[in-house]
């Protein structure tokens, strides 16, 4: 059992529903209910002054209870920030790295965005056009819906959707500057900027 639910629940910190099937598992648990009267019991006679810290970390550590100071959650809070305006995550490198697959004239190159898996395929045509395919998974599987804003030179605007085996199919675009914006129905995942020349 989670200690952390006992100290809630001793506390009450717990929801009407949450006590109610909290109380039922203490009264058919004879282990739990031992364990919920020794917290009860040290909570009830807890000393009028605050026990040294080395105590308290003792009686953490016998009852497997995290204890995060406000400086360890502050910190953690802190580092997401930076990542989030660091663009660690979030975006995509000017220059990303290309991978040559099958002969010089096509292009391979994948980026993790925000827990999803970007994959991105060029394919040079003979006519000095592109073939592009884009595609999207996250945790190995691939993911549908998931919307591609190409914008040319700040002013032509494509949209693709990923289909249920996780890409756009193949389309055929022109030499430029390509920003591409990914966003789910909820939220953006990133975006890319592809210079095709």
């Given at each position: 059992?989670?200690?952390?639910?006992?100290?809630r629940y001793?506390?009450?910190?717990?929801?009407?529903?949450?006590?109610?099937?909290?109380e039922?598992?203490?009264?058919?648990?004879?282990?739990?209910?031992?364990?919920?009267?020794?917290?009860?019991?040290?909570?009830d006679?807890?000393?009028e002054?605050?026990?040294?810290?080395e105590?308290?970390?003792?009686i953490?550590?016998?009852?497997?209870?995290?204890?995060?100071?406000?400086?360890?959650?502050?910190?953690?809070?802190?580092?997401?920030?930076?990542?989030i305006?660091?663009?660690?995550?979030?975006?995509?490198?000017?220059?990303?790295?290309?991978?040559?697959?099958?002969n010089?004239?096509?292009?391979?190159f994948?980026?993790?965005?925000?827990?999803?898996?970007?994959?991105?395929d060029?394919?040079s045509?003979?006519?000095?056009?592109?073939?592009m395919?884009?595609?999207?998974?996250?945790?190995?599987?691939e993911?549908d819906n998931?919307?591609?804003?190409?914008?040319?030179?700040?002013?032509?605007?494509i949209e693709k959707?990923?289909?249920s085996?996780?890409?756009t199919?193949s389309?055929?675009i022109?030499?430029g500057?390509?920003?591409i914006?990914?966003?789910?129905?909820?939220?953006?995942?990133?975006?890319?900027?592809i210079?095709?020349?």
């Open positions: 059992m989670e200690n952390n639910k006992i100290l001793l506390e009450g910190q717990l929801s009407d529903q949450d006590k109610k099937d909290f039922a598992l203490i009264e058919s648990n004879s282990d739990l209910q031992l364990e919920v009267e020794m917290l009860g019991n040290l909570i006679n807890e000393p002054e605050i026990p040294p810290y105590l308290r970390q003792k953490y550590q016998m009852a497997n209870i995290k204890d995060e100071t406000f400086m360890d959650v502050a910190i953690k809070k802190a580092d997401q920030l930076l990542d305006v660091l663009g660690k995550e979030y975006s995509l490198d000017i220059n990303p790295a290309f991978v040559t697959r099958s010089d004239k096509s292009l391979l994948s980026k993790k965005m925000n827990e999803f898996d970007i994959l991105c060029v394919f045509e003979e006519e000095g056009q592109y073939l395919n884009l595609a999207v998974s996250k945790n190995d599987k993911i998931i919307k591609f804003s190409i914008i040319q030179d700040n002013k032509h605007t959707y990923t289909q085996n996780g890409n199919g389309f055929i022109n030499p500057i390509y920003y914006n990914i966003s789910t129905l909820k939220s953006e995942v990133g975006n890319i900027k210079n095709l020349s």
